[in-house]
């Protein structure tokens, strides 16, 4: 009797894309699938660790998937982690927005995108608000708490070191 090994290959963040149908051909190079209008929002110490980026929300509007909910923006690989962003307005009235986005995301990575899931950020929080225009969530609102709560960081831009 022959003893099988287990062997469990982790995939890149390209492989993880195409092995996910809803998103397969849209990975991108670098930060190239996050539009030239935003790419400023994501800086990146050293290029050579980025794993490349995946327009998420396009991707899945291309190809005509949940047309009517609150999908997320973006994911990129860095130093073979996943981090997951949205770009959005960051005042109060929006944080119930962005967290539906955020549950959104949640279950389609546990639903539809396993393999990129198992590639999310463990070194620190894989769940970014990006704020588009300034920080405007009202100082200790139970909005604010909320999105504390969650897991979910806002911030001016997302920056890897």
């Known amino acids: 009797m022959s003893k099988k090994k287990d062997l469990f290959v982790r ?3 390209k492989e993880a894309v195409q092995a996910t149908p809803e998103v397969r051909n849209n990975h991108c190079e670098g930060k190239l699938a996050i539009p030239s209008g935003e790419r400023n929002k994501v800086e990146l110490l050293d290029p050579r660790k980025c794993g490349g980026s ?4 396009q991707s899945l509007i291309d190809q005509g998937f949940y047309p009517n909910d609150s999908r997320w923006d973006y994911a990129i690989d860095y ?3 996943v981090f997951f962003f949205e770009v959005h307005t960051a005042n109060t009235s929006e944080v119930s927005t962005v967290l539906k986005k955020l ?11 396993p393999e990129i899931n198992t590639l999310k950020a463990t070194s620190k929080t894989p769940f970014y608000w990006v704020q588009s225009n300034g920080y405007h969530i009202l100082k200790n609102s139970a909005q604010e708490r909320q999105v504390i709560q969650k897991g979910l960081k806002p911030i001016s831009k997302l920056s890897f070191k």
């Open 103 to 113: 549950a959104w995301l949640k279950d389609w990575l546990r639903q539809k995108a």
């Open 54 to 57: 995946l327009f998420i929300d």
């Open 79 to 81: 130093n073979g982690e």
């Open 11 to 13: 995939k890149t963040f």
